[in-house]
Protein backbone atom coordinates (compact mmCIF):
# COMPACT_ATOMS: atom_id res chain seq x y z
CA UNK A 1 0.00 0.00 0.00
CA UNK A 2 1.24 3.41 -1.18
CA UNK A 3 1.58 5.78 2.07
CA UNK A 4 0.36 9.54 1.28
CA UNK A 5 3.17 12.30 2.68
CA UNK A 6 2.60 15.52 3.47
CA UNK A 7 5.67 18.09 4.16
CA UNK A 8 5.95 20.94 6.06
CA UNK A 9 8.44 23.35 5.04
CA UNK A 10 9.30 23.53 1.26
CA UNK A 11 13.16 25.02 2.08
CA UNK A 12 16.33 23.08 0.55
CA UNK A 13 15.28 19.69 2.74
CA UNK A 14 11.96 19.71 1.78
CA UNK A 15 12.78 20.37 -1.81
CA UNK A 16 14.98 17.45 -1.91
CA UNK A 17 12.84 14.95 -0.01
CA UNK A 18 9.78 15.93 -2.46
CA UNK A 19 11.29 15.53 -5.62
CA UNK A 20 12.95 11.75 -4.36
CA UNK A 21 8.54 10.93 -3.85
CA UNK A 22 8.30 11.94 -7.41
CA UNK A 23 10.51 10.15 -8.69
CA UNK A 24 10.44 6.65 -6.79
CA UNK A 25 13.36 7.25 -4.82
CA UNK A 26 11.67 7.08 -1.32
CA UNK A 27 9.99 3.97 -1.35
CA UNK A 28 6.28 3.26 -1.75
CA UNK A 29 5.09 6.95 -0.73
CA UNK A 30 3.30 9.44 -2.82
CA UNK A 31 3.45 13.45 -2.03
CA UNK A 32 -0.29 14.50 -1.16
CA UNK A 33 0.33 17.82 -0.16
CA UNK A 34 2.65 20.72 1.05
CA UNK A 35 2.60 23.46 3.28
CA UNK A 36 4.97 26.35 4.14
CA UNK A 37 4.27 29.89 5.53
CA UNK A 38 5.59 31.27 2.83
CA UNK A 39 3.42 30.71 -0.21
CA UNK A 40 5.96 30.74 -2.73
CA UNK A 41 8.05 28.21 -1.77
CA UNK A 42 5.55 25.59 -1.57
CA UNK A 43 4.72 27.13 -4.96
CA UNK A 44 8.26 26.17 -6.68
CA UNK A 45 8.19 23.40 -5.27
CA UNK A 46 5.28 21.83 -7.13
CA UNK A 47 6.39 23.23 -10.47
CA UNK A 48 9.24 20.94 -10.38
CA UNK A 49 7.01 17.80 -9.70
CA UNK A 50 5.52 15.43 -12.28
CA UNK A 51 2.67 14.61 -9.83
CA UNK A 52 1.49 17.93 -8.44
CA UNK A 53 0.43 17.67 -4.59
CA UNK A 54 -2.32 19.93 -3.13
CA UNK A 55 -0.52 23.21 -2.00
CA UNK A 56 -2.28 23.88 1.42
CA UNK A 57 -3.05 27.15 2.18
CA UNK A 58 -2.87 26.95 5.76
CA UNK A 59 -2.36 24.31 8.52
CA UNK A 60 -5.54 23.10 8.62
CA UNK A 61 -6.18 22.74 5.17
CA UNK A 62 -2.84 20.54 5.37
CA UNK A 63 -3.73 18.34 8.07
CA UNK A 64 -7.08 17.19 6.90
CA UNK A 65 -6.12 16.42 3.19
CA UNK A 66 -7.52 12.58 2.61
CA UNK A 67 -5.22 9.40 2.85
CA UNK A 68 -2.18 11.10 4.71
CA UNK A 69 -0.69 8.86 6.66
CA UNK A 70 2.78 10.44 7.68
CA UNK A 71 4.12 14.37 7.73
CA UNK A 72 7.43 15.32 6.87
CA UNK A 73 8.31 18.36 9.08
CA UNK A 74 11.68 20.37 7.48
CA UNK A 75 11.04 23.20 8.57
CA UNK A 76 11.91 24.56 11.91
CA UNK A 77 12.12 23.84 15.71
CA UNK A 78 9.50 26.05 16.30
CA UNK A 79 7.51 24.21 13.84
CA UNK A 80 7.91 20.97 15.36
CA UNK A 81 6.83 22.60 19.22
CA UNK A 82 3.90 24.16 17.33
CA UNK A 83 2.50 21.37 15.01
CA UNK A 84 4.00 18.03 16.34
CA UNK A 85 1.05 17.78 19.09
CA UNK A 86 -1.71 18.50 16.25
CA UNK A 87 -0.53 16.02 13.73
CA UNK A 88 -0.61 12.89 16.21
CA UNK A 89 -3.73 13.79 17.76
CA UNK A 90 -5.41 13.67 13.78
CA UNK A 91 -3.73 10.27 13.70
CA UNK A 92 -1.06 10.76 11.33
CA UNK A 93 2.77 9.73 11.58
CA UNK A 94 5.56 11.68 11.80
CA UNK A 95 9.07 12.28 10.38
CA UNK A 96 11.11 15.35 12.03
CA UNK A 97 13.94 16.90 10.59
CA UNK A 98 14.40 19.96 12.86
CA UNK A 99 15.27 17.34 15.85
CA UNK A 100 16.53 20.38 18.32
CA UNK A 101 13.19 20.73 19.50
CA UNK A 102 13.64 17.42 21.35
CA UNK A 103 16.32 18.14 23.90
CA UNK A 104 13.10 19.62 25.72
CA UNK A 105 12.47 16.43 28.15
CA UNK A 106 8.65 17.75 28.56
CA UNK A 107 8.00 18.17 25.08
CA UNK A 108 9.79 14.81 24.49
CA UNK A 109 7.59 13.35 26.90
CA UNK A 110 4.31 14.95 25.80
CA UNK A 111 5.29 13.72 22.09
CA UNK A 112 5.83 10.17 23.64
CA UNK A 113 2.41 9.80 25.57
CA UNK A 114 0.31 11.39 22.52
CA UNK A 115 2.26 8.87 20.09
CA UNK A 116 1.27 6.41 22.37
CA UNK A 117 -2.68 7.16 22.75
CA UNK A 118 -2.96 7.61 19.38
CA UNK A 119 -0.86 4.73 17.65
CA UNK A 120 1.05 6.44 16.21
CA UNK A 121 4.64 6.61 15.07
CA UNK A 122 7.53 9.51 15.47
CA UNK A 123 10.64 9.15 13.21
CA UNK A 124 13.94 10.87 13.62
CA UNK A 125 16.45 10.62 10.43
CA UNK A 126 20.18 10.01 11.26
CA UNK A 127 20.26 13.51 9.48
CA UNK A 128 23.95 14.87 9.04
CA UNK A 129 25.86 11.96 10.74
CA UNK A 130 26.46 8.41 10.61
CA UNK A 131 26.91 5.40 13.65
CA UNK A 132 23.57 5.82 15.38
CA UNK A 133 22.83 2.30 15.39
CA UNK A 134 25.79 1.58 16.84
CA UNK A 135 25.28 4.18 19.62
CA UNK A 136 21.91 2.69 20.19
CA UNK A 137 23.81 -0.49 20.69
CA UNK A 138 26.71 0.85 22.99
CA UNK A 139 23.42 2.27 25.46
CA UNK A 140 22.95 -1.05 26.76
CA UNK A 141 26.78 -0.95 28.03
CA UNK A 142 27.68 1.62 30.72
CA UNK A 143 28.50 4.77 28.12
CA UNK A 144 31.29 6.89 29.70
CA UNK A 145 31.58 9.80 27.43
CA UNK A 146 29.86 11.01 23.98
CA UNK A 147 31.40 14.56 22.02
CA UNK A 148 30.67 15.72 19.08
CA UNK A 149 33.02 18.07 17.17
CA UNK A 150 31.36 19.91 14.70
CA UNK A 151 33.29 21.87 11.99
CA UNK A 152 31.46 24.49 9.87
CA UNK A 153 32.41 27.49 7.53
CA UNK A 154 31.84 30.72 8.39
CA UNK A 155 29.49 31.86 6.57
CA UNK A 156 27.25 28.58 7.37
CA UNK A 157 26.96 30.26 11.58
CA UNK A 158 26.21 33.89 9.95
CA UNK A 159 22.30 32.96 10.84
CA UNK A 160 23.00 32.25 14.31
CA UNK A 161 22.15 35.04 16.92
CA UNK A 162 24.87 34.24 19.69
CA UNK A 163 27.43 34.04 16.52
CA UNK A 164 26.70 37.28 15.56
CA UNK A 165 26.72 38.83 18.70
CA UNK A 166 29.95 36.97 19.46
CA UNK A 167 31.81 36.45 16.44
CA UNK A 168 30.22 39.00 14.03
CA UNK A 169 32.06 41.98 14.03
CA UNK A 170 35.24 39.35 13.82
CA UNK A 171 37.53 38.28 11.19
CA UNK A 172 38.26 35.10 11.47
CA UNK A 173 41.27 34.03 9.61
CA UNK A 174 41.83 30.50 11.69
CA UNK A 175 39.83 27.73 12.73
CA UNK A 176 37.96 29.34 15.91
CA UNK A 177 35.91 27.58 18.68
CA UNK A 178 33.08 29.69 19.40
CA UNK A 179 31.17 26.67 21.59
CA UNK A 180 32.03 24.02 23.89
CA UNK A 181 29.54 22.90 26.35
CA UNK A 182 26.36 19.99 26.30
CA UNK A 183 24.17 19.77 23.60
CA UNK A 184 21.77 20.81 25.53
CA UNK A 185 22.59 24.56 25.66
CA UNK A 186 24.30 24.20 22.07
CA UNK A 187 20.79 23.32 20.16
CA UNK A 188 19.32 26.01 21.32
CA UNK A 189 22.28 28.83 20.58
CA UNK A 190 22.67 27.16 16.98
CA UNK A 191 18.71 26.14 15.93
CA UNK A 192 19.69 25.74 12.23
CA UNK A 193 22.78 24.57 12.53
CA UNK A 194 23.31 21.63 14.95
CA UNK A 195 20.51 19.38 14.65
CA UNK A 196 23.15 16.48 14.70
CA UNK A 197 23.56 17.35 18.28
CA UNK A 198 20.07 16.76 19.38
CA UNK A 199 19.91 13.58 17.44
CA UNK A 200 23.04 11.91 18.69
CA UNK A 201 21.57 12.66 22.44
CA UNK A 202 18.37 10.85 21.63
CA UNK A 203 20.48 8.13 20.49
CA UNK A 204 22.72 8.32 23.52
CA UNK A 205 23.22 9.40 26.76
CA UNK A 206 20.52 12.35 26.62
CA UNK A 207 21.35 16.20 26.29
CA UNK A 208 23.12 17.06 29.09
CA UNK A 209 26.01 14.82 29.50
CA UNK A 210 26.66 14.92 25.43
CA UNK A 211 29.71 17.81 25.07
CA UNK A 212 29.70 19.89 21.73
CA UNK A 213 32.46 21.55 20.51
CA UNK A 214 31.42 24.36 17.41
CA UNK A 215 34.58 25.49 15.00
CA UNK A 216 34.43 27.97 12.63
CA UNK A 217 36.85 27.31 10.39
CA UNK A 218 37.31 29.98 7.35
CA UNK A 219 39.92 26.84 6.00
CA UNK A 220 36.88 24.66 5.05
CA UNK A 221 34.04 24.27 2.59
CA UNK A 222 31.71 21.07 3.78
CA UNK A 223 30.40 20.66 7.07
CA UNK A 224 32.72 18.09 9.11
CA UNK A 225 31.40 16.63 11.74
CA UNK A 226 33.43 13.78 14.29
CA UNK A 227 31.91 11.95 16.94
CA UNK A 228 34.17 9.71 19.82
CA UNK A 229 32.13 7.50 21.87
CA UNK A 230 33.76 5.65 24.99
CA UNK A 231 32.06 3.24 27.52
CA UNK A 232 31.89 -0.53 28.83
CA UNK A 233 31.49 -1.50 25.00
CA UNK A 234 35.05 -0.32 24.00
CA UNK A 235 35.43 3.11 21.69
CA UNK A 236 34.01 4.21 18.59
CA UNK A 237 35.23 7.16 16.29
CA UNK A 238 33.30 8.43 13.40
CA UNK A 239 34.10 11.28 11.07
CA UNK A 240 31.82 12.49 8.49
CA UNK A 241 32.42 15.46 5.86
CA UNK A 242 29.46 16.49 4.44
CA UNK A 243 28.84 18.67 1.40
CA UNK A 244 26.42 21.45 2.28
CA UNK A 245 22.90 22.38 0.43
CA UNK A 246 24.09 24.35 -2.33
CA UNK A 247 20.79 26.55 -1.34
CA UNK A 248 21.36 26.19 2.40
CA UNK A 249 24.94 26.61 3.42
CA UNK A 250 23.80 25.96 7.32
CA UNK A 251 22.84 22.18 6.04
CA UNK A 252 24.20 19.02 5.17
CA UNK A 253 23.28 17.41 1.70
CA UNK A 254 23.25 14.07 3.51
CA UNK A 255 20.74 15.47 6.08
CA UNK A 256 18.01 15.13 3.51
CA UNK A 257 19.44 11.69 1.77
CA UNK A 258 18.46 10.37 5.49
CA UNK A 259 15.06 11.62 4.88
CA UNK A 260 14.37 9.65 1.97
CA UNK A 261 16.48 6.63 3.23
CA UNK A 262 14.24 6.17 6.46
CA UNK A 263 10.97 6.82 4.17
CA UNK A 264 12.30 3.86 1.96
CA UNK A 265 12.67 2.24 5.13
CA UNK A 266 9.05 2.72 6.29
CA UNK A 267 7.66 1.06 3.61
CA UNK A 268 10.05 -1.99 3.02
CA UNK A 269 9.04 -5.22 4.73
CA UNK A 270 13.14 -5.62 4.78
CA UNK A 271 14.80 -4.29 7.77
CA UNK A 272 18.74 -3.89 7.78
CA UNK A 273 20.17 -2.00 10.79
CA UNK A 274 19.73 -1.66 14.48
Do not use: W
Not at 130 to 141: E, N, Q, R, V
Not at 144 to 152: A, I, M, P
Not at 217 to 236: M, Q, S, W
Request: aromatic share 6%.
Amino acid sequence: MTLGVGIIGCGSIGSVIAHAIDTGQAGETQLLVVYDRVMEKALYISQGLSNKPIIAKNFDEFLKCNYLGLVVEAASQDAVKDYAPMILRAGKDLMIMSAGALIDHSFVKEIRCLAKENRRRVYIPSGAIAGLDSIKAATYSAIEKVTLTTRKPVEALKDSHYFSEKFGNKTIKAPLIIYEGPALEACKLFPFNVNVAATLSLAGIGPERTLVRIIADPTINRNIHKIEVRGGFGTLEISIENIPMPSNPKTSFLAALSAIAMLKRITDPLQVGT
